[in-house]
């Protein structure tokens, strides 16, 4: 039976650490807010990104000479795998999530005999995907000085990526990160990124007006223009997306934690008391004793 | 009649309303779009946007940094990479 001061100790370190994991989902709640905002906010520009684009697509025939970020290199020898991940833990699965996601993604393509390469954002997928794949990472971008997700960042990231892609570094690569369904879910996804899957457009709906639409230069360098940019976007997407993943997934693992050492605190009274109260009656039985024996 | 203007960054949606006029400038050289402009896609170059609210009266010059312009029957969107302070 543990003693009186040691059950008294343990409560109050359990009370502390119920303080801070109530602080914290406080905070991530409002990160969250603040980060789906942003989610938010950054959807009109993707939305009517992906329309040009898909009108677009639908006017340049893929050749020879089209852009490669649009047709790709032609092999698809060297996959790479782009894992964007949470900079910081206590999130409960959410880093692990999206970790196996990508590790499911590369067992597949292994499987299939192709070089599998890693290019990780954020701090916390680093050292699981060094474990598993070890040399196989060929870059990370490191997200630890940024409070929120910038687009300035993805457009590095992006930057960096395709000038690998033109050197001939990858024939495809994919995009890991987590879908922000809501607070209580996030869904770990993978999406083409390079080549660019090319939204489809309603061929079979009447698009006579933009039949007639004009371009400045001409369609091809619009398109030389855009995919890059389309690049840049996707990341930034997956980057806000993962932001307020991270923070609903935060805040709902702090709420576990902070019920779980409600009923932990309410374990320890139970048996505090019942210590208290044995400690005492063996303390009067032993008075009683002790003056039944003058 | 008005023509419904849209400015879209990554980051936001900036500005979203009807104005009279904006002239755009476009790698291939500065256009004005009105109301009831032919359907155009163009790239823009680093410059400024200007905003008229009338004929004559300019109610806002807006740097932005490359993007695209797009005129469809609905009216222009300028999507930009970056958008300086209004001035």
Redesign the interface.
């Known amino acids: 039976m543990a003693s009186l001061k040691a059950l008294k100790n343990r409560i109050s370190s359990v009370k502390s650490t119920q303080k801070i994991t109530r602080a914290m989902k406080t905070v991530a709640a409002a990160k969250l807010r603040r980060a789906t905002d942003?989610a938010v906010?950054?959807r009109?520009?993707?939305e009517?990104?992906e329309a040009?684009m898909a009108s677009?697509a639908s006017k340049v025939t893929i050749g020879p000479n089209s852009p490669k970020l649009l047709a790709g290199t032609g092999k698809d020898e060297v996959q790479l795998l782009v894992v964007a991940t949470g900079e910081r833990g206590l999130a409960g699965g959410f880093n692990t999530n999206i970790v196996r996601a990508a590790r499911i993604k590369a067992d597949q393509l292994i499987a299939q005999g192709k070089k599998v390469r890693f290019y990780i954002v954020g701090r916390k997928g680093r050292a699981a995907i060094r474990r598993i794949y070890p040399g196989m990472i060929v870059a990370d971008h490191d997200m630890s000085h940024a409070k929120k997700a910038a687009?300035a960042d993805?457009?590095e990231i992006a930057k960096d990526l395709i000038a690998r892609f033109e050197a001939g570094e990858f024939d495809v690569a994919h995009l890991v990160f987590s879908k922000f369904q809501s607070a209580l879910v996030q869904l770990p996804q993978t999406i083409q990124l390079i080549p660019a899957a090319v939204p489809q457009a309603a061929n079979d709906g009447p698009r006579g007006?933009?039949a007639?639409?004009?371009?400045?230069?001409d369609e091809e360098?619009?398109l030389a223009?855009?995919l890059p940019?389309n690049v840049?976007?996707q990341i930034?997407r997956a980057l806000l997306e993962n932001q307020a993943g991270f923070y609903g997934a935060q805040m709902n693992a702090m709420d576990n934690a902070t019920r779980n050492a409600g009923d932990m605190i309410n374990r320890l009274s139970i048996q505090y008391n019942r210590t208290r109260q044995a400690a005492i009656t063996t303390e009067l039985v032993e008075i009683i004793s002790g003056a039944e024996a003058l | 009649m008005a023509l419904h203007f849209?400015l879209?960054?990554?980051?936001?949606?900036v500005r979203s309303e009807e104005v009279y006029m904006v002239v755009v400038p476009?790698?291939?050289g500065d256009f004005g779009v009105l109301a009831g402009h032919?359907?155009?896609?163009?790239?823009i170059r680093p410059g400024e946007l200007t905003v008229y609210s009338s004929a004559n009266s300019v109610t806002a010059r807006i740097p932005v940094e490359g993007?695209?312009a797009?005129v469809?029957?609905k009216g222009l969107?300028v999507?930009a990479?970056?958008v300086g302070e209004a001035a």
């Open positions: 942003a906010a950054g009109p520009y993707a009517r990104l040009v677009l687009f993805a457009l007006v933009n007639a639409v004009e371009y400045e230069p360098s619009i223009e855009l940019r840049a976007i930034y | 849209e879209v960054t990554p980051e936001k949606l476009g790698t291939e032919a359907p155009v896609m163009s790239v993007g695209f797009e469809n029957e969107t999507l990479e970056a």
